[in-house]
């Protein structure tokens, strides 16, 4: 093999990248740097199998390199995820255009892409994959006058390999202290490991089937962290990534931005795309500081919190998911360690989390600004496949909760992943459509939570939910219409002839899950009175459990909701927020609500 195209690099890229996948819940198990939080192997997976699942083998080689490389980048997940697709690019980025490439061109790049990757990282950290990469593209570059033979020179690097690995936790306390290799560093290994398996049976029918070989330098007990049960105090809260095109600062200016909001800092790829990774407990601000720089095509937030949560000191034995249209106080999310996966949401071409992100306050803010008015978009199946396979994997059974059906596809994605999850790992998944949105939504929430709390078993919460979504009312006075207009909810006309009337509804959730006009009056006010007399009148005969007051910043309407509310059942609201930005695209601003559920 004194030359490859194209073809053997699509070949060699897809074993190593099988090799990973294979391994991926043992690098999961020996994460512990920077955090704790156990997504290394499967952040590693996604990265790699995004690639080749995405192209195809093509002869060309610096064709095939570029595709390669550009994959990677757009999906990068995780800090070593992001690190590998940079020291791709830096190889595409010095690769000169040919079909194919030899030994002595090939070390070149590879050599030069290290810099690439220690340009990227604010604080490069020694004994992580940083210092693997380069010891190996050293080897490489130091055999590239003695070896002109690809076979020979990956096989050759076996031994640098695994004695750099072996070396990573006496470089890093935190590897030495848990008695474990670095996940990141080891991720690479697996993956030259899979290519030099490749190179050796000089054939691709071994690739059909993935790899299931006993992983290479296992030299710890089941590699599981000797002080795997000690949580790890979490410094910032989200791991936060995004994908940035036509960047208008440089590279320095935007990681000195990024570092001013966290840790973990990496800036990967060019101005016309740049990819993003830090770790940061207010990642709404930091976008916030960034929606002029550049057009933010893609976000992720990974609750790094919940993920430790749920490895070292999880309080139930069934997890909790909903989605971001359900409004609880963080206080609440919080103590019963509820998964909440963010709906997203769009301002023109930038995208958002819904309340991870972009905030209410901020959403609220700029939902007046000229440009398009904001879209949202469901969680994709992808999403709820990772955390479910994530949540199985430590808890006996998992609950979903979510906004009714009949407003998005969230509810169909979870229940498909729940399905293929479910039958992959054994572990019940069951998905409730909560026919409801907002604060009826985290009623529902609260008292599966509570059920779960309690330790009652997963079918008799299921059984008794159907109850709770029946019990759970929402009443929502809509200042204007034209928020519902602009966000194609009422028509034009329709909309026009309320205003002209002067006509304010109150909007409310059917027993199917659709929304409905509930009344109308000629002011918010009126609305308002109309909304207590209706609670006053059916709650006579069927006392409530709880209720919960939102507002889309609104606090007057909402303080006097409060009040009465508080007068008619002597008890304070479970939680008074301000209305996800999803569901307030609709209400729009100004709304006020009250949403409750009988005992």
């Known amino acids: ?67 390669i490389a550009e994959t990677a980048m757009l999906n990068a997940r995780g800090n070593s995820g992001i690190i590998f697709s940079q020291f791709l690019f830096g190889i595409s980025s010095e690769t000169a255009e040919r079909s194919s ?22 604080d490069p950290v020694e004994g992580t994959l940083l210092t693997i990469v380069r010891t190996w593209a050293d080897f490489i570059d130091a055999k590239r006058h003695q070896v002109d033979d690809f076979g020979q020179l990956f096989i050759d690097s076996e031994a640098i390999l695994e004695k750099t690995l072996a070396e990573t936790p006496l470089q890093l306390d935190a590897l030495a202290k848990a008695n474990v290799v670095d996940a990141g560093a080891n991720a690479f290994v697996y993956f030259i490991d899979g290519i030099i398996e490749c190179i050796r049976k000089k054939s691709i029918r071994h690739l059909v089937k993935s790899t299931t070989d006993t992983p290479a330098y296992e030299n710890l007990e089941d590699g599981m962290p000797t002080e795997s049960h000690v949580p790890q105090e979490v410094a910032f809260r989200y791991c936060t990534e995004a994908m940035m095109r036509d960047v208008s600062l440089d590279h320095s200016r935007l990681s000195d931005i990024l570092s001013a909001h966290g840790d973990s800092v990496v800036v990967a790829g060019a101005a016309k795309a740049s990819r993003l990774h830090v770790h940061t407990s207010h990642p709404d601000r930091l976008f916030d500081t960034l929606q002029d720089c550049g057009t933010i095509t893609f976000q992720k937030a990974d609750d790094m919190l919940r993920q430790s949560q749920v490895i ?27 998964h909440m996966l963010p709906i997203n949401i769009y301002f023109g071409d930038n995208h958002y989390l819904d309340k991870i992100t972009m905030r209410p306050e901020q959403f609220y803010r700029r939902i007046d600004e000229g440009g398009k008015y904001p879209k949202t978009a469901q969680v994709n199946e992808i999403a709820f496949s990772n955390l479910y396979t994530f949540l199985t994997a430590h808890y006996d059974a998992v609950i979903a909760v979510h906004l009714t ?33 907002s604060g009826a939504l985290g009623l529902i ?43 194609g909810r009422v028509s034009p006309l329709k909309g026009l002839l309320a205003n002209l009337l002067n006509l304010n509804p109150i909007v409310s959730m059917d027993a199917d899950g659709h929304s409905m006009v509930f009344g109308k ?45 508080m007068a008619l059942t002597a008890n304070p609201p479970v939680a008074e927020v301000n209305i996800s930005p999803v569901i307030g695209a609709s209400a729009g601003l100004g709304a006020a609500s009250v949403a409750f559920m009988f005992d």
């Not at 897809?14 to 020996?30: C, M």
């Not at 992959?424 to 026919?435: E, L």
């Not at 009148?537 to 609104?554: K, L």
């Open 1 to 67: 093999m004194r030359e490859i195209d194209g073809r053997w690099l699509y070949y060699m890229f897809l074993a190593g990248t099988r090799k990973v996948v294979a391994n991926q819940e043992r690098l999961n198990r020996i994460n512990v740097f920077p955090v704790k939080d156990g997504d290394t192997g499967a952040n590693m997976a996604f990265t790699l199998s995004a690639v080749v699942e995405s192209i195809r083998p093509e002869r060309p080689y610096k064709r095939m390199l570029d595709q």
């Open 101 to 122: 490439v030899s030994v002595g061109p090939f070390s070149a790049s590879v050599k030069n892409a290290v810099r690439y990757i220690y340009r990227a990282v604010a």
């Open 312 to 338: 070292h000191d999880r309080k139930w034995k069934i997890a909790l998911v909903t989605d971001s249209a359900c409004d609880l106080s963080p206080a609440l999310i919080d103590d019963y360690q509820i």
């Open 405 to 437: 059906a009949k407003f998005s596809g969230t509810y169909f994605s979870s229940c498909k992943a729940a399905e293929t999850i479910s039958r992959a790992r054994g572990k019940p998944i069951r998905v409730i459509d909560s026919k409801n949105v």
């Open 445 to 487: 929430v609260l008292r599966i939570a509570q059920a779960i709390e309690k330790g009652s078993a997963v079918e008799a919460i299921v059984d008794q939910a159907s109850r709770w979504v029946d019990d759970t009312r929402i009443l929502v006075s809509v200042s204007t219409l034209k928020y519902m207009v602009r966000g």
């Open 521 to 565: 009056t000629f002011s918010q006010k009126a609305n308002m009175k109309k909304v207590m007399g209706y609670i006053n009148r059916t709650s006579r005969n069927r006392p409530i459990w709880n209720y919960i007051i939102m507002h889309a910043n609104n606090r007057p309407a909402a303080d006097w909701y409060a009040r009465q509310m």
